[in-house]
């Protein structure tokens, strides 16, 4: 973060399978925040394929541990959909608490590589026209949701859908970023560095955060004032100017 310029960043947790390695993760990164208040926020793992009381007792104890949001989650590996109970509780909480959930979206068509779970697209659809107050965090710019916002009556129920950037190197071209912008604006979309995942695996050593900053700065044509926003202020705002 320091070689790279980031003052802050937020830590995502993992879609976890069982509720007690989520309450780990949380612990986890609630010692993080905890250390470096000024550098970390935390997100939740959550278990949203459990009952609804359980989801809620789990926003609860992560509520009481200082995280400030969800994520990231993953709807074919916590087998979870828009109408799940443990969905809607979460749903729900995040509505009161004005929390962000963070999705993870699989590329709706392109190359298939280990490990990879389906995400369809039509969840997230109906996720945001259940709470149209939700703030959603899709990953991976949506898996390409962000493409169909160019149907006006699907734009309407996606406009508190935000599409963060992560894993761009490996999936598309640098140009993505001007086509989302022309199609849903720069306010929707968030810097997401994936790391510790190396983004540049034939030249990359480790993992850093400055490979895909400079990119993104070089190569993505973007203006100083939608640099700023993709990078911090549209988080800020999502959080309220953390």
Same mark, same amino acid.
Not at 17 to 36: D, G, M, P, S, Y
Not at 100 to 107: G, M, R
Not at 200 to 228: H, V
């Given at each position: #973060?320091? =070689?790279?310029? =980031?003052?802050?960043? @937020?830590?995502? +947790?993992?879609? /976890?399978?069982?509720?007690?390695?989520?309450?780990?993760?949380?612990?986890?990164?609630?010692? /993080? @925040?905890?250390? !470096?208040?000024?550098?970390?926020? +935390?997100? !939740?793992?959550?278990?949203?394929?459990?009952?609804?009381?359980? @989801?809620?007792?789990?926003?609860?104890?992560?509520?009481?541990?200082?995280?400030?949001? $969800?994520?990231?989650? *993953?709807?074919? $590996?916590?087998?979870?959909?828009?109408?799940?109970?443990?969905?809607?509780?979460?749903?729900? /909480?995040?509505?009161?608490?004005?929390?962000?959930?963070?999705?993870?979206?699989?590329?709706?068509?392109?190359?298939? *590589?280990?490990?990879? $779970?389906? %995400?369809?697209?039509?969840?997230? @659809?109906? #996720?945001?026209?259940?709470?149209?107050?939700?703030?959603?965090?899709?990953?991976?710019?949506?898996?390409?949701?962000?493409?169909?916002?160019?149907? &006006?009556?699907?734009?309407?129920?996606?406009?508190? =859908?935000?599409?963060?950037?992560?894993?761009?190197?490996?999936?598309?071209?640098?140009?993505?970023?001007?086509?989302?912008?022309?199609? =849903?604006?720069?306010?929707?979309?968030?810097?997401?560095?994936?790391?510790?995942?190396?983004?540049?695996?034939?030249?990359?050593?480790? &993992?850093?955060?400055?490979?895909?900053?400079?990119?993104?700065? %070089?190569?993505?044509?973007?203006?100083?004032?939608?640099?700023?926003?993709? %990078? %911090?202020?549209? #988080?800020?705002?999502?959080?309220?100017? !953390?």
């Amino acid at each position: #973060m320091d =070689v790279a310029g =980031v003052a802050q960043t @937020v830590l995502l +947790g993992w879609y /976890w399978q069982n509720e007690a390695t989520c309450f780990l993760q949380n612990q986890e990164i609630a010692k /993080w @925040v905890k250390h !470096a208040p000024d550098r970390f926020i +935390g997100f !939740a793992s959550i278990h949203p394929g459990s009952s609804a009381e359980a @989801v809620i007792k789990q926003c609860q104890e992560a509520e009481n541990l200082g995280l400030r949001g $969800v994520g990231e989650l *993953h709807t074919g $590996v916590q087998c979870f959909n828009a109408s799940s109970p443990g969905w809607l509780a979460l749903a729900d /909480w995040c509505c009161a608490q004005n929390w962000p959930i963070n999705l993870h979206a699989t590329e709706a068509a392109g190359h298939d *590589h280990p490990g990879s $779970v389906d %995400t369809p697209l039509n969840d997230f @659809v109906r #996720m945001a026209r259940a709470h149209p107050q939700l703030k959603l965090i899709l990953a991976h710019w949506g898996g390409g949701l962000a493409f169909f916002e160019l149907n &006006p009556r699907l734009r309407k129920s996606l406009r508190n =859908v935000y599409y963060d950037c992560s894993a761009t190197p490996l999936l598309y071209e640098p140009s993505i970023f001007r086509r989302i912008i022309d199609i =849903v604006g720069y306010q929707k979309i968030l810097y997401g560095s994936d790391f510790p995942l190396r983004l540049y695996p034939r030249r990359q050593k480790s &993992p850093d955060y400055y490979s895909f900053l400079d990119a993104i700065r %070089t190569d993505a044509a973007l203006s100083n004032q939608e640099y700023r926003a993709i %990078t %911090t202020e549209n #988080m800020q705002d999502l959080l309220g100017n !953390a």
